[in-house]
């Protein structure tokens, strides 16, 4: 691993003004993938890159990306969560989007390191963090539609606030029953870059309807739940948590593991299945439908207190946070500020 150290750093930012996304630290990490092998790691002061306007990614899309997180607690001490599950996944994304395989613990390591030189960027702040944006795209430089043959694996690291409105505010979604995110056999489990913006003009659209994000439909019948825009999805219905199961074509959430995980510790019933959004609408008139929220990394738990479908509008828990919402929050940020132990070792503590 090189380390280039940086001859001026800039001035923290106010960190009781955080938002979601906008700010970076000092410095980025990349390696490059030329002629068949990974080059070594280099933590390097954060600049743009240099690219030629025939870079691949640029023209095809080529591209996958992670979003983790670290924490500091009121202690000092800094954590990482879950960060062996997000390279792992990278790996998978690449597999599924003809990228190379990388060694993740040379890059934990790396990550280690920078995270050791950036530590003051790291929140303490409630509902903030300092986000990781470990990214992989298409270096070589050709425009024929071919497996380019070069990479680079990048990590830049923002620190952020909530990414919706926090997990003390309810957000509203909109259940979109027109476009669609991934069909089966597509690359909506995978998390590259091209998911992303197939979702934008349905979030633009419900935007324009005041609405704060979609929930997607599967593509083949439009009549089974999905997942949101940046985030898995979780309903409470008749007292049990109800969570689409993994299909190939939503995103494997680290997050919606840890939270299935921890209600089922807490006692609740969590049910992976095929849920029809029919039913769904029947339990919110019914009053069945006690709780809707959205799990992820940036997003951590979001509850949502309006969903909008064909044109109507229904309230959930009178538009307010909802207990099982508030429990999840609370024990996952428990778990990664170290206020609750560590069972499921989940973290990796920066030293
Ligand atoms: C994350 O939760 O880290 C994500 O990758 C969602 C992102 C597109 C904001």
């Given amino acids: 691993m090189k380390i280039i150290?940086?001859?001026?750093?800039?001035?923290?930012?106010?960190?009781?003004?955080?938002?979601?996304?906008?700010?970076?630290?000092?410095?980025?990490?990349?390696?490059?993938?030329?002629?068949?092998?990974?080059?070594?790691?280099?933590?390097?002061?954060?600049?743009?890159?240099?690219?030629?306007?025939?870079?691949?990614?640029?023209?095809?899309?080529?591209?996958?990306?992670?979003g983790c997180k670290a924490f500091r607690n009121d202690k000092g001490e800094v954590t990482l969560?879950?960060?062996?599950?997000?390279?792992?996944?990278?790996?998978?994304?690449?597999?599924?989007?003809?990228?190379?395989?990388?060694?993740?613990?040379?890059?934990?390591?790396?990550?280690?390191?920078?995270?050791?030189?950036?530590?003051?960027?790291?929140?303490?702040?409630?509902?903030?963090?300092?986000?990781?944006?470990?990214?992989?795209?298409?270096?070589?430089?050709?425009?024929?539609?071919?497996?380019?043959?070069?990479?680079?694996?990048?990590?830049?690291?923002?620190?952020?606030g909530a990414y919706l409105h926090g997990a003390e505010q309810t957000a509203r979604i909109y259940i979109e029953d027109k476009y669609v995110r991934a069909a089966k056999g597509g690359t909506g489990e995978a998390k590259c870059l091209g998911n992303y913006a197939a979702g934008l003009l349905a979030q633009y659209e419900s935007a324009q309807q005041g609405f704060d994000q979609v929930l997607w439909l599967d593509a083949e019948e439009h009549k089974y739940i999905e997942e949101v825009g940046t985030m898995n999805v979780m309903f409470v219905m008749d007292g049990v948590v109800c969570t689409p199961e993994l299909d190939g074509s939503i995103l494997r959430g680290i997050t919606r593991h840890s939270i299935i995980k921890i209600l089922r510790d807490e006692g609740y019933t969590v049910n992976e299945g095929r849920f029809a959004v029919d039913d769904i609408i029947k339990a919110a008139k019914e009053g069945r439908l006690t709780e809707m929220f959205g799990v992820g990394t940036a997003a951590t738990v979001s509850p949502v207190g309006v969903i909008g479908y064909k044109g109507e509008e229904y309230v959930i828990n009178n538009n307010k946070v909802g207990p099982v919402a508030k429990t999840a929050y609370d024990r996952l940020r428990g778990i990664q500020t170290r206020k609750y132990p560590d069972k499921y070792d989940w973290l990796t503590i920066i030293d």
């Fill in 81 to 160: 969560f879950r960060i062996m599950d997000n390279l792992k996944r990278m790996n998978r994304s690449a597999y599924r989007m003809c990228m190379p395989q990388f060694d993740e613990n040379v890059v934990l390591e790396a990550l280690i390191e920078m995270l050791k030189i950036e530590k003051d960027w790291v929140p303490t702040l409630p509902g903030t963090a300092l986000y990781l944006r470990p990214t992989m795209i298409a270096t070589e430089v050709a425009l024929g539609v071919h497996v380019s043959r070069d990479y680079k694996l990048f990590i830049v690291m923002s620190p952020v």
């Fill in 5 to 66: 150290k940086a001859d001026k750093l800039q001035k923290k930012p106010d960190f009781s003004k955080l938002t979601f996304g906008k700010l970076h630290t000092d410095y980025l990490l990349e390696m490059d993938y030329t002629n068949g092998a990974w080059g070594e790691p280099v933590i390097r002061p954060y600049s743009n890159f240099d690219m030629s306007p025939m870079t691949m990614c640029l023209h095809y899309g080529q591209g996958i990306f992670e």
